[in-house]
């Protein structure tokens, strides 16, 4: 059943998977070809973009030569680099989205339906997930859909600020000393590294998201998002260990 909706999807919509791989990060230098479990970090987006069945055709888009000849050599296509403007700490990510479009639409390839972003910060999504998450995009009809993952502590009752040197609960309303801790719904936070949205929205509204948006949750382990070295140390403890079974 899921493979006949899948194929459906496929013969009825364009999808583009867009793995963003900047040059500038800066917590950790070089972030996207840092090596992971004996392979640049970016191998696992191309890898798994290139097994999801729903995307089209993936690209990277980068302002980096040597990331560009470092995907390449990994068997991703980077048919361009990306000004140097679009890749700054703050400049918004649908610039480099409708940059890549632009380029696209200007070399003759067809317009798509939907851009897929696949970050190359979660490297233990897996192709299953952007399918996944690409078919509940579309099943739904909203615009756009954000990967998430769940928060560990969930619980708001449970945090805690310091104010002026003194612990305080962070939603006192909720905090009760000799009371249970009251159920709450869970709390998620973006992970797994996959952003989508419909192309008409994005060129229309230049927005990511759009008026509506769907959730895709994917597990702690599978949502882990590279940030800083001790991400990516738990990263590899999580790679080596499914490796081992």
């Given amino acids: 059943m899921v493979s006949t909706e899948r194929d459906r999807i496929r013969s009825s919509h364009r999808i583009l998977g867009l793995v963003p ?24 987006a191309i890898e798994s973009a290139a097994q999801a069945r729903l995307l089209t055709r993936t690209i990277v888009s980068t302002d980096d030569s040597e990331i560009r000849q470092a995907a390449e050599a990994l068997g991703g296509d980077a048919p361009f680099l990306r000004p140097s403007e679009l890749s700054g700490d703050d400049s918004p990510s649908v610039d480099f989205v409708t940059h890549a479009l632009g380029e696209l639409s200007r070399s003759g390839e067809a317009d798509f339906d939907y851009v897929c972003i696949v970050e190359p910060t979660a490297p233990l999504r897996t192709a299953h997930d952007i399918d996944a998450a690409l078919s509940m995009l579309i099943s739904e009809g909203t615009d756009s859909l954000i990967g998430l993952t769940p928060v560990a502590y969930s619980s708001p009752a449970r945090l805690r600020v310091i104010r002026q040197g003194r612990v305080h609960p962070w939603a006192p309303e909720l ?45 702690p382990e599978r949502g882990v998002d590279i940030d800083t070295l001790l991400d990516l140390a738990f990263a590899e403890f999580l790679l080596t260990r499914t490796a081992a079974r």
Avoid at 21 to 31: E, L, N, Q
Avoid at 32 to 43: E, F, H, R, T, V
Avoid at 203 to 218: A, H, K, T, Y
């Fill in 21 to 44: 791989a900047r040059g500038g990060s800066k917590r950790i230098p070089r972030k996207n070809i840092y090596p992971l479990a004996g392979k640049p970090l970016i191998a696992y």
């Fill in 175 to 219: 905090w009760r000393e000799t009371q249970p801790i009251p159920n709450v719904e869970p709390i998620y936070q973006p992970g797994g590294g996959i952003f989508a949205c419909r192309t008409d929205v994005i060129l229309r509204e230049r927005s990511l998201i759009g008026r509506s948006q769907c959730g895709f949750v994917l597990p």
